[in-house]
């Protein structure tokens, strides 16, 4: 296991920083609004937190510290003090990754649009939702970055927001009011559509994260679009509110014991096609050897 202390001050110190855990401007990872039509006036402020966009970085960092994990070698993180040891991975991340992320955004921002929600979209007012610091334990840091947020959109006048991921829509919906005077209203962009379009004949297991299905409760609303929407699909015994584990985000600090979990979960899931709707998912999955698709990369949104 790599020094958890050590890993959780340089995440802490890249958002309070860059406002992300890799310390990279977000406008050079948030991209996607520009191969897409999007207005900057509506009813629901489109947010991602930047998961997506960041997810990509983080498989080249966790592949990165893999080799690092219960080596003498991860005595090099401690030049994080002055220099980030992530500093290189934007240029070492495959940009079909980075494309692939930037396309299910643009995906689900598309069906928002075509469900006439009213959804739109201002990138200065976006950008991480700092999760990851919480499921790390550091509240502290979590908390000031929380609150930076909230000021943001407080002083915008938002009063909806919905996200594309289970970990934004948590992070916003169940823990910011605990830190924060913020009664905005927060959904899942699942929960706001009623079915899509979708040219996949395929059938799925489904993999629901745990984030959705254990603390929002929304996994019979995810079957029921999956329903309306005619994609076929089953379930296996660990699923909805007793989902099991993909293994994030314990890659940060163990990427071995990430990747045992990940293992265990794809046993529980079987040989078939598997279809989540979570950008950590989908990266843990795919790392220990499964074929996992995001729901929005099975799904037409409107070309502009």
């Not at 990430?258 to 795919?286: D, Q, V, Y």
Request: glycine residues 6%.
């Amino acid at each position: 296991m790599l020094n958890p202390r050590l890993i959780v001050q340089i995440l802490a110190r890249n958002i309070e920083k860059k406002e992300n855990p890799l310390g990279i401007d977000n406008s050079r990872i948030n991209t996607w609004w520009k191969k897409v039509s999007t207005d900057r006036e509506g009813e629901w402020l489109f947010f991602t937190g930047m998961l997506y966009q960041i997810t990509p970085y983080i498989e080249t960092a966790v592949r990165y510290l893999q080799r690092l994990e219960n080596s003498k070698l991860q005595n090099i993180l401690h030049v994080s003090k002055i220099l980030s040891p992530f500093s290189l991975i934007g240029t070492l991340t495959p940009a079909e990754l980075k494309a692939e992320a930037n396309r299910i955004l643009v995906n689900i921002y598309r069906i928002l649009k075509t469900s006439e929600n009213g959804v739109f979209y201002r990138p200065e007012l976006d950008t991480y939702s700092g999760i990851l610091l919480h499921d790390l334990g550091n509240e502290r840091a979590f908390e000031r970055h929380a609150l930076k947020v909230v000021k943001r959109l407080k002083m915008t006048g938002v009063e909806r927001i919905v996200t594309p991921d289970p970990h934004t829509a948590y992070a916003l919906k169940s823990l910011y009011p605990m830190y924060a005077d913020f009664d905005l209203e927060v959904k899942s962009y699942l929960e706001l559509i009623e079915s899509v379009r979708t040219n996949s004949e395929e059938t799925f297991v489904i993999h629901d994260p745990c984030y959705y299905g254990r603390y929002l409760g929304i996994s019979e609303r995810v079957r029921d679009v999956l329903d309306r929407s005619g994609i076929k699909y089953h379930d296996v015994k660990y699923s909805k509110n007793i989902t099991s584990c993909c293994g994030g985000p314990v890659e940060a600090i163990s990427p071995l014991i990430s990747s045992k979990i990940a293992e265990l979960r794809l046993e529980e899931l079987g040989e078939s096609e598997i279809l989540t709707f979570c950008p950590i998912c989908l990266a843990n999955l795919r790392r220990a050897g499964g074929n996992v698709r995001d729901f929005a990369e099975v799904i037409e949104g409107e070309n502009d």
